[in-house]
């Protein structure tokens, strides 16, 4: 037992300095999970966290919740919940909040975000609260700033691009030790309204580039989608699955890196009904 939790303890602590850690920080939803977080073109409710100007194409008030956990871990657990609340004239918010780890180690973030659309390109901002608490050693907090911009380039090719943390947020002076900043920019093609293909970089300025695709193919008159996806970086593959119901998207993800083992992702969301967005009085 005590040989467990040595190693579980120093897994953690390995953990919160590695590239992944990126993953738990600006990638969130299952259905980013199943197309390997190539995420910086997708406009749906987890886009708030994922690249901001996303939400700026929702037109109706929606809702996300998800579960995550990893190698089979219950410290490697994620729960997340995200809001949009778009405007007429206003441009669209929305709030995400979020808890990584356990009792031992825990990162959890609260977050506004706000997104315009200009035009055929969007514009998003985003300011996360970040705590970082270890057992017996107390906690650390930190704001991290972040923009985004999306945009439909040629009919059909859509360009994103996303900076996390712009202004290094540092969570404590000891060793200089700081959020990560990280970059990522991609292309999306849809060649047909049934099929994406997706494909970015992402750059953590302490760690090399990650080349990411990930593809999603709807059935059932577009309520059944399938998607796959890659890292490179890591050498995990994904697979995914989701399921549209009316107002209401069920994702689940697997994916798989080796030699360290598996992960689950399931999230669900839920589109308000209303005719127009909501205008402010």
Request: glycine share 8%; charged share 15%; hydrophobic share 45%.
């Amino acid at each position: 037992m005590k040989h467990n939790f040595i190693l579980v303890l120093l897994t953690l602590l390995l953990a919160w300095r590695l590239p992944a850690q990126a993953q738990e920080l600006c990638n969130f939803g299952a259905r980013a999970a199943g197309m390997a977080y190539a995420t910086a073109t997708l406009h749906d409710v987890w886009a708030l966290s994922n690249n901001t100007a996303g939400i700026a194409a929702l037109e109706q008030p929606s809702f996300g919740v998800q579960a995550s956990t990893r190698y089979g871990e219950r410290a490697f657990t994620t729960v997340a919940l995200q809001a949009i609340y778009p405007t007429q004239k206003y441009g669209t918010y929305g709030l995400s909040m979020s808890r990584f780890g356990d009792a031992l180690f825990s990162q959890q973030h609260a977050g506004l975000g706000v997104a315009h659309k200009l035009g055929n390109f969007s514009l998003g901002a985003k300011a996360d609260v970040w705590q970082v608490s270890v057992q017996e050693y107390g906690s650390r907090k930190a704001v991290a700033l972040s923009v985004g911009v999306q945009g439909e380039v040629l009919p059909d090719l859509y360009f994103g691009a996303f900076a996390y943390n712009l202004n290094q947020a540092r969570l404590a002076s000891l060793e200089d030790e700081r959020l990560p900043t990280v970059m990522k920019a991609g292309l999306s093609y849809r060649p047909t309204s049934r099929l994406l293909i997706a494909a970015e970089t992402e750059k953590s300025i302490d760690y090399d580039a990650d080349f990411k695709a990930g593809a999603e193919y709807a059935l059932l008159q577009r309520k059944f989608i399938l998607r796959s996806g890659f890292s490179a970086l890591s050498g995990s593959l994904s697979v995914g699955a989701g399921f549209r119901a009316r107002q209401l998207q069920v994702d689940y993800a697997y994916g798989s890196t080796a030699p360290i083992g598996s992960s689950h992702h399931l999230s669900l969301a839920y589109t308000l009904q209303s005719r127009t967005p909501v205008t402010f009085p």
